[in-house]
């Protein structure tokens, strides 16, 4: 089992900055992907930010220019800078991690538990 904690989030004015941090841990072999997915009271789950095992990287259009996704490969973390928050911005924020694990032929595709960022005057 893979588990992934997530820090960072809470309440936060309009221009404001907040860093969320989504750590690993388990048996993990390497980690192939990781990034963060938003949802907001009656919408869908939607992509934020990923980050590949390579230097790719994408952004919702939303985001760009305000938001960064970064990794620390030795802490088997992914980090969400966040800038210039809008209301818009305001959801329950979900880290996600794909790799392969100690003793097993299968991907993991694993989720944190989600974390509330409020950005409001």
């Known amino acids: 089992q893979v588990q992934l904690v997530e820090s960072g989030g809470g309440l936060v004015q309009p221009g404001g900055s907040l860093r969320l941090s989504c750590a690993a841990s388990?048996?993990?072999?390497?980690?192939?992907?990781m990034g963060w997915y938003r949802q907001a009271p009656g919408k869908e789950r939607d992509l934020v930010a990923a980050?590949?095992?390579?230097?790719?990287?994408n952004y919702a259009d939303s985001v760009k220019g305000r938001f960064t996704i970064s990794r620390d490969n030795a802490k088997n973390t992914v980090y969400l800078q966040m800038n210039s928050l809008k209301p818009e911005d305001t959801a329950v924020y979900y880290c996600n991690v794909r790799g392969r694990s100690w003793f097993s032929t299968a991907d993991f595709d694993s989720w944190g538990q989600g974390i509330q960022v409020t950005v409001s005057s």
């Open positions: 388990g048996s993990i072999l390497k980690i192939n992907g």
């Open positions: 980050l590949s095992s390579g230097v790719t990287t």
